[in-house]
Structure formats: structure tokens, C-alpha cells
């Protein structure tokens, strides 16, 4: 049989990239979260979907799974196998499930997923406990790594970007709308990059360092998730405003309802004029949120966003190409890529 | 001139030994706190006593710095200078306020060392925010370390440890007095060993691992330090009962005020006969403080507790002379142990 005869293996969906990334990596993030304190792991399980309050087994949806999808991929792109990127791929998805502990905690957030908040189902406390146990968890699961000192570092910058990016976002719902303490859109284009971009940037990084990548294809990784990060927020922001409630499960308007501070937001509030006054005294009102979503439009924000995750997705696109990857999985990777924002764009 | 006739030098004190260590690692623990975000790193500066909500500078009673201390000595031990300890006292010192910043949000504590604590002085949000980058920045200091990969395993042992001695300190808390489910002392050592002496451990075992000793200078360090950490903890519980209102700037008998199950309650309950079960009773009852502490002291629950920490200064002078040590290094870590726990059995 020649090679042209044989069987054309069709390209993966997206879906079953994160399928098969997914069934890869739960068997060591499973064996992970049922070494914590039985407590901590059951707040941690929760957080995943795997069970209800009081531990009864649950199938809730959990998160999409892009970070570890990242991690098998990024150990596949520098020619390893998928397995490679698993210990990345569990500290990714420890690292992921404290953020969001900490952060519902902070923002004030009651649900998530359909779901109460862990902060909201066992205590404040409880909460920041589990939070810390699962940060703690991913340092030593790379740390015990052979070779993981590399491991770790690529962590530990990320951890770094990721609370600096919570702490401005934090500091944003308290600054004005306008005059010189507005945040400006490139302000909040590098809070993004740290609260969202680093750690998947982070993610794909650790795969190929763990697969054993020279450190250009591991700064090209780091890119490419870097890009796609901010790519998705800035996607996701529209979404904020203009998704539809059925298939967001947000109300309509939502982010302009509870006035984030978001990109279409600010980069409308950037544009010279009178309409941008008009905007920032329509957010400074209660209600009026159909008249500024309209507004925001008008004045070019929404078209802002979406060009500037286009322009994201574009540099993720060209850092995929800057260094040689395995085709197979960088294939997989401009496909999770198209399926996270290009679709949209 | 015979080694007979060198002057003699007097062996340092415990408070000299602490400020020497403070002095050597005060500029690097400024310079990791300066690269926070500044938000955060005015939290982590009020922590650390540096400076007032709003950041001018401020001299407030820090803590002891036993742990820096510890690292510091650690590396002296091992035959190194103490500066190569430096980057493992930032580290412990880092996670030790760390573990403050929660555990206060988690205990719903309002003051510490007369000061409000952080989430009372800046909210609960923001204290959960620095508590983390606190985190991170323990395990960026010793991964950015060169041969940083022993050490911060060490220190992620460490930290999985104290969540978990956190975790059962919290859960003690909603258990009763009797029965079954009653807190055995044993299972306060435990929790007192994670909690408390994991990080002491850790304190040592990293400037032991920094200062390139074998490992198993290492261990013994680790477990002169852990055992250190469960005295200094028990002797802590006594004061928290009995202890002079002066100078533990604490109300008379307070943890039984707040019936705090701590070791010297837990052991007069573990007694057989009647007595206890009054005990239970009184504890049961609103007021009734006085008469319990009486009750706690004719149980024997002092004289457990004195004698759980003499076994446990004894078992950390054994580990300090289970391998060689430098002599000078050893001789101030005796002098802090007796400074610590040993004087006041």
C-alpha cells in the first residue's frame, strides 16, 4: 500500500481536542484533588463539577477545559507525547479552579455555572482555604516533577501576572468613567493579558518545556496562549453586552448592567466628542443601560473589541508558525484557536 | 598567642541572634515586597508593621522573625554563609504572612499585634488578593533561585502541610466537647505539627538545602525545627489561658473565653472520671470561664501540656546534635529553642 492509499484521517474537531485532552488528564487531576484534606477535596470537586454540596456524586459542566488542552498540546507541538504535558495540565486546571474560588470571593459573585459559588455553598473561609489548598497543590505537583525546576518557574511568573491582573481589576470598579483616572483601553488590555492571557499563555508553555522544548518553541507557546488569552476576554466582553442570554446564560446587557468595566466600554469612552461625555453620564445613572449599549456601539466600541481579539488571534496564528512544531498538534491548536474566538470575529 | 588566649567571645543572646537575622534579611524581603503590585504591597508592608493604611511609614512591632531566623541559621549550619538563607527566610517569612492574612479572614479575627488585621483595615477582598500574591511571590523567590528545585520543594511540602492543619484547625472548631467525635490531644499535635511546625521545619530545612547541606542535615534541621514549632505551640496555649494579661497583651484566659479547643482543655477532657464530664458542662455553659480554667489545671491539662512541650524541646535538642553541625550555628539554635519554649518550662 503507498502512502497515498492511506485512510485520510479526517482533522479533529475542536470539541474532540478538548475531549481527548480532557479524558487524558482527569485521571492524574482526580488522583491530585483526592490528596487534599477530605474537606478541602470536596470543595475542590465541587468547583470541578464532579459532585454536589456534601459530596454526592454530580455531572455538573465544569469549564471547557482549554488550559489543559494547552498543556497536551503544547507537549505535542514539541514533539512529545501528549502524556508529557499532564503534570502541566493538572497544575493549569489547580491553578484555574483557585482563581476562580478567590476571585467569585472578591467580586462578590454568588453564582457560577448555574451554581452557588463555593464561597456562597460552604463559607467565605472554607473557601479562601480551598482556594490556597489548590494553589499549594499545583507548586508541588510540578515541583516532584523530574526536571519540573524549569516547571515551576513558568508557573511562578504566571501566578505573579495573574494576581497583578486581579489587583488592577479590582482597582478599575473603583476609578471614573472620565477625565485623567479613567482607565484607558491599553490599561486594560495588559490587565488582561495577566488576569486572562498569562496563564493559558502559561498552560501551553509548560507543556513544552515539560516535552522538552528548546526555549524559543517555549516562548512561541507562551505567546500564542498569551494572545489567544486576551483574544477570548475581549470576545467575551462583547459577548458580555450583545451575547444572547440563551446561549451565554447572562441577562441581556449584562456586563453594562452591573457597569464593568470593559473594552467596548472603554475604548468607546475613548473616542473625542460629546457622545463619550453622554456615555459616561449615561454609566453614571441608574438604569439606562439599553440607551448606553446602543451608545457604546455607535461610538465604535464593539467594533474596537472585536478588532483588537482579531489582531490578537492574528499574532496567536503567527506565533504558531515562528518556531517548528509538530504539525499534528499545532494543527489542533489553530483549531482550538478558531474555535475559542475566530469563529466569532 | 595560643588558641588558649584568643578572646573569649560571649555567646549571643536570643534577641541579638533575632536582629542579626532580621538585619541580614530585612533588604531582600524589602525588595521582593517592592516588586508587588503597589496596591498589594502596601497590604503586605502594614503585615510586616512597616507602614499605616494609606502607607506612611510606620514602626509597628513586626513579629519575632523566628523563622527568618531559622533559615538564616539553617544555612550557617550547613557549613554556608547565613546570606545564602536569605532567599529561604524571604520565602517563609513571605508564606508566614500569608498564612496570617487568611487564616485572619478565616478565624473572622479583628486585631493582631494591636493593630486591626488586614481584611478588617482594607476589606476582605483585598486581604484575600495579598494573601495570595504573598503566595506567589514565596515561590517565585526560591524558583528564580539557582538550584532552586530542592528548595522549593521543601517549601511545597511545607505549604501543603500548613493548609491542611488549617483545614482540621478550622473543623475542631464545630466538633464537641465529648463522644466520639470529640478532638483528641493527639490529633491537636497533628494539627499543631502542620500548622505550625511545618513552616519552622521548612524554615531550617531551606536554609539547610540553600546552604548546599546533604540531606540529611537536612531532615534533622527539618525536624529540629517542626518539633520547635509544636512547642512553641504548646506553650503558646498555656499563656493563652494563663498567662500574664501584661504581656500577652491578651484578656485572662482568653482562648477558654473563646473556648478554643486547644491542647491543655483537650487533655483535661481526655481524663477519665467525672471531673471531665463537668468539665464538658462548664464548657457548654455561657461564662463559667474561671471556674473551667480551675478545672482544666486540676485535671491536669496544664502539667499534659508543659510535659507534651519539654518532650517536644527534647526532641528538637536530639535532632540538632543528630548530625554535625557547625558549632556556632548549632549553639544560637539551642539559644533560640531555650529563648522560645525551653525558659518558660
Known amino acids: 500500500m503507498s502512502p497515498l492509499d492511506a485512510p485520510v484521517q479526517a482533522p479533529s474537531s475542536a470539541p474532540e481536542v478538548l475531549g481527548r485532552c480532557r479524558e487524558l488528564v482527569r485521571p492524574a487531576l482526580a488522583e491530585a484533588v483526592g490528596r487534599l484534606h477530605p474537606w478541602v477535596g470536596e470543595m475542590a470537586a465541587y468547583t470541578f463539577g464532579w459532585c454536589e454540596v456534601g459530596g454526592a456524586p454530580a455531572v455538573a459542566p465544569g469549564g471547557k477545559g482549554v488550559r489543559q488542552a494547552l498543556a497536551v498540546l503544547g507537549a505535542e507541538a514539541a514533539g512529545a507525547a501528549g502524556r508529557a504535558g499532564v503534570a502541566g495540565a493538572v497544575a493549569v486546571e489547580l491553578v484555574h479552579a483557585f482563581s476562580l474560588l478567590h476571585d467569585d470571593i472578591m467580586d462578590g459573585d454568588a453564582t457560577r455555572r448555574r451554581r452557588p459559588t463555593v464561597w456562597k455553598a460552604y463559607g467565605t473561609g472554607p473557601a479562601v482555604l480551598a482556594g490556597d489548598a489548590l494553589f499549594a497543590l499545583a507548586v508541588e505537583t510540578l515541583a516532584v516533577e523530574p526536571g519540573g525546576a524549569g516547571a515551576v518557574r513558568v508557573l511562578s511568573a504566571a501566578l505573579t501576572d495573574l494576581v497583578r ?4 481589576d479590582l482597582l478599575f470598579a473603583a476609578r471614573p468613567w472620565t477625565g485623567a483616572e479613567r482607565v484607558s483601553p491599553k490599561e486594560y488590555r495588559a490587565m488582561a493579558e495577566h488576569k486572562t492571557g498569562a496563564l493559558l499563555g502559561c498552560a ?3 507543556g513544552a518545556t515539560l516535552g522538552g522544548a528548546p526555549a ?3 516562548a512561541a507557546l507562551d505567546e500564542a496562549g498569551r494572545a489567544l488569552g486576551v483574544a477570548f476576554q475581549l470576545v467575551d466582553d462583547v459577548l458580555g453586552i450583545w451575547g444572547d442570554p440563551a446561549v451565554t446564560g447572562k441577562p441581556v446587557h449584562g456586563d453594562l448592567r452591573e457597569r464593568k468595566k470593559t473594552f467596548p466600554v472603554l475604548a468607546a469612552l475613548a473616542a473625542p466628542g460629546p457622545a463619550a461625555r453622554r456615555l459616561a453620564a449615561l454609566l453614571d445613572s441608574p438604569g439606562e443601560t439599553e440607551a448606553a449599549a446602543e451608545l457604546v456601539e ?7 473589541a472585536l478588532a483588537e481579539a482579531r489582531r490578537h488571534t ?6 504558531l508558525t515562528a518556531e517548528p512544531l509538530a504539525a499534528g498538534a499545532a494543527g489542533e491548536l489553530r483549531c482550538l484557536l478558531d474555535f475559542l474566538v475566530a469563529r466569532d470575529l
Chains 1, 2 share one sequence.
Open 298 to 304: 455607535e461610538l465604535g466600541g464593539r467594533a474596537a
Open 165 to 168: 491582573g486581579q489587583a488592577d
Open 314 to 319: 492574528a499574532t496567536a496564528r503567527a506565533a
Open 204 to 206: 501551553a508553555a509548560l
Open 216 to 218: 524559543a518553541t517555549v
